[in-house]
Each structure stands twice: as structure tokens, then as C-alpha cells.
């Protein structure tokens, strides 16, 4: 997937399945597949506790399904793994797609993950494909961190 306007998501709700395969209960890529069997608009593989050469297998095995079923694959924190897979996005926090220089910001549908308003229009001043607003929900991912509710 090259052209960005494949997916547009700014103006469009989508639903962009965030993994986490300790939380899942059954085989991890069957469940991607289901997932992008019935309907995910993207599939956004965040497994923060793999090293590098860990997350080229499970990120070069996720995009073989997404590749299948033409659903992006957006890589969460390794902008290097991101790159040399080929992946349709790239998404980070704030702070880091700030220092990022625009050469990066450019090659990829880039995605960050904000926490307030304020970081969401400075995210997309910056160029911005699109942000993540968390945490609504409290969830295990983010122990002892309450969710900030709908109204957020």
C-alpha cells in the first residue's frame, strides 16, 4: 500500500485493530485474520516488549494476512521496522513524532498518539496523518492510569 489516499482517515471513523497479543486468547495471527476478515480498516501492530529482530517476524507474518485482505498495516514505536517492511503507516507518541525530522513525517501515513486537544492540533500543524486521543478507557494496558472519559 504506497498511496496514502488508500486509507483516508481524517473526516471518516475507522476501526484500526491495536494488538496486543498477551491479551489474546487464541492463536495470535488467526486472530488478526478474523479481524481483518470481518471488517478491521486497518491493523495497527503495537508489541512494545519485542525486540527488533522479534517484531520483523511477527510484523513480516501480520503483513503477509493485511497484504491478503488489502488492509494497511500501521507499526507502532519502530519506525526502522516500519521502513524495511514496507508497512502503509507509522505511529508514535507526541513527543517523538516531534522530533522527527519531515523527510520521515513524509514516508509513511504517520499516526500519534495525543492527550489532549492541544497536542492534537500541534500533531497535525506538524504533519499529522491522523492521532489517537487515549486513554478514554481505563484500561491494563495503562494500569493505574484512569481513563479520561468520552468527553476528552
Known amino acids: 500500500m504506497e498511496n496514502k489516499d488508500i486509507f483516508k482517515l481524517k473526516g471518516s471513523k475507522k476501526i484500526i485493530v491495536v494488538t496486543n497479543r498477551h491479551l489474546v486468547k487464541e492463536n495470535f495471527l488467526n486472530a488478526i485474520e478474523k479481524c481483518v476478515l470481518y471488517g478491521a480498516d486497518a491493523v495497527m ?3 512494545k516488549d519485542l525486540q527488533y529482530e522479534e517484531l520483523m517476524e511477527v ?9 491478503n485482505y488489502g488492509v494497511p498495516l500501521i507499526i507502532n514505536g519502530n519506525f526502522r521496522a516500519s521502513l524495511e517492511l514496507e508497512t502503509y503507516g507509522f505511529h508514535t507518541g507526541f513527543e ?6 519531515r523527510s520521515e513525517k513524509n514516508s509513511l501515513c504517520m ?3 495525543v492527550h489532549s486537544s492541544r497536542e492534537a492540533v500541534e500533531a497535525e500543524k506538524l504533519g499529522a496523518d491522523y492521532v489517537m486521543a487515549g486513554n478514554v478507557f481505563e484500561t491494563s494496558c495503562k ?5 479520561r472519559g468520552i468527553n476528552f
Open 143 to 147: 494500569i493505574g492510569l484512569k481513563g
Open 111 to 113: 499516526g500519534v498518539s
Open 96 to 101: 517523538r513524532f516531534k522530533s522527527m525530522n
Open 59 to 67: 510484523g513480516e507474518q501480520t503483513k503477509n494476512i493485511t497484504d
Open 45 to 47: 501492530l503495537r508489541e
